[in-house]
């Protein structure tokens, strides 16, 4: 059969023809095409590859398998977003965005690490304790000046980058000067002591 036109009655505009169980033409309305929108009301499966170069709105996501994201990710939150930026490789905390460790969604219930306005905050909200734990750990200035070092056995504190303060196996030093846990202190140089209730 050739024909310049043919003319199906029962179609309706709009809605793209398929070929129904006996080989008869029919349309439905779960799939409709206006020229520039394709419609579609009903499920899709894919078993290949799909290429969307423009943006997918989708109101809900459900992921079963691997996922790849080649640029920047954003989270959008109420009140502040997280971001990945995939240039920089960071994960970016908007001000008041937390990043919570333990508990649930609607129950947080352990550590929470966020920034809001000028400052920044490590904060256990659980029962236990917070436990930073490692061989050394430093405390440092925005020099990166130490002002806390704590080794497996010895606490240092710092003065403008000088050690004031450190733990020994029998008690603490302070400069030359020492005290020990057994009630022996040892004050090389002046030594001055004032009277009770001086300066009162």
Do not use: C, M, W
């Not at 709009?14 to 499920?43: C, K, M, P, Q, Y």
């Not at 790849?68 to 971001?83: L, P, S």
């Not at 003065?159 to 733990?167: E, P, S």
């Amino acid at each position: 059969l050739t024909a310049n036109s043919a003319q199906i009655s029962d179609l309706t505009d709009n809605r793209v023809v398929i070929a129904g169980s006996s080989g008869e033409l029919e349309d439905s309305g779960n799939l409709t095409f206006d020229g520039s929108t394709l419609g579609i009301t009903g499920s899709i499966d894919l078993s290949a590859d799909i290429d969307v170069d423009g943006t997918a709105n989708l109101d809900i996501l459900d992921v079963d398998g691997a996922s790849n994201f080649g640029a920047d990710v954003v989270f959008a939150g109420a009140g502040g977003n997280i971001t990945f930026d995939q240039s920089t490789d960071d994960l970016i905390f908007d001000d008041g965005a937390k990043a919570i460790f333990g508990g649930s969604a609607s129950s947080p219930d352990g550590l929470e690490i966020y920034h809001a306005s000028n400052n920044s905050f490590i904060q256990d909200s659980g029962t236990g304790n917070l436990i930073i734990q490692g061989s050394q750990t430093l405390i440092r200035n925005t020099s990166g000046h130490p002002q806390i070092v704590a080794n497996d056995d010895i606490v240092e504190l710092y003065h403008d980058n000088a050690k004031i303060f450190q733990t020994t196996g029998i008690g603490i030093t302070v400069g030359l000067s020492s005290v020990q846990h057994n009630g022996n202190a040892a004050f090389p140089g002046i030594t001055t002591l004032g009277s009770p209730g001086a300066g009162s």
